[in-house]
């Protein structure tokens, strides 16, 4: 990973603790190849009604850390990292990969969120990063909750040159509430389906109980230079 992808001191320090696990899968640097004949299109999901209605000042990929201060948001901290693809599994290099989500009570960074008035004013709720040479990403954050009407979930844009590319929804693979949720039945094919819900699990050795997701994006196309 590229160290100039990081625009902030406390992400580096973030970026250097994740590297340090030696938790990047193999399969983030196999070569296309065979490897394309098995991937499945991610597909689109609603953006919802709480994309942040006012950025916050602080957007790097650190969600736990607000600018400098020292006290961390609550929740499972989880280190969120993937890879973007095109459609024949070549990484995508330069793309810009933003998520939000409510933070441990529920509550959204949006004027019109549920439970405002319990709202964790240290979760940063959005954050932006640009993929590296292997088309790779990372954001650490919490692990998603769920409040009335959703299972839990993260919400994904990804953008190239100001253009939206796709918008979609990452969830937790086994958790009882993705069955009855109406956003993931929306997705017909089964495959897709399961394509956007995967495990979030403790990082081994870890003493504060730190989790790690890796969800891959595919893109239906290759955008256009």
Not at 10 to 33: D, N, W
Not at 51 to 69: A, F, H, R, S, V
Not at 77 to 88: C, E, H, P, Q
């Amino acid at each position: 990973m590229n160290i100039e992808l990081i625009t902030s001191r406390k992400s580096l320090i973030a970026r250097r603790q994740f590297l340090s696990t030696s938790l990047l899968s193999a399969a983030c640097f196999t070569t296309v190849g065979a490897y394309a004949e098995m991937l499945t299109q991610t597909p689109k999901q609603s953006e919802g009604p709480f994309y942040p209605d006012k950025l916050p000042l602080d957007t790097d990929n650190d969600l736990l850390i607000l600018n400098d201060n020292l006290t961390p948001a609550l929740g499972e901290v989880t280190y969120l990292s993937g890879r973007i693809l095109d459609a024949k599994g070549a990484p995508l290099r330069g793309v810009e990969v933003e998520i939000w989500q409510c933070d441990q009570h529920g509550a959204y960074l949006h004027s019109h969120t549920g439970n405002a008035d319990k709202r964790d004013k240290n979760f940063q709720g959005f954050g932006r990063f640009l993929t590296g040479s292997k088309g790779e990403y990372l954001f650490r954050t919490i692990k998603p909750v769920s409040y009335p009407g959703r299972a839990p979930h993260i919400h994904y844009k990804i953008k190239s040159k100001g253009k939206d590319l796709l918008v979609t929804q990452c969830y937790v693979q086994g958790d009882a509430r993705n069955a009855n949720d109406m956003v993931i039945k929306g997705i017909k094919d089964e495959k897709a389906r399961a394509a956007v819900q995967v495990p979030f699990v403790p990082i081994k050795n870890s003493k504060v109980g730190v989790l790690y997701a890796q969800f891959d994006i595919v893109l239906g196309f290759t955008p256009a230079d």
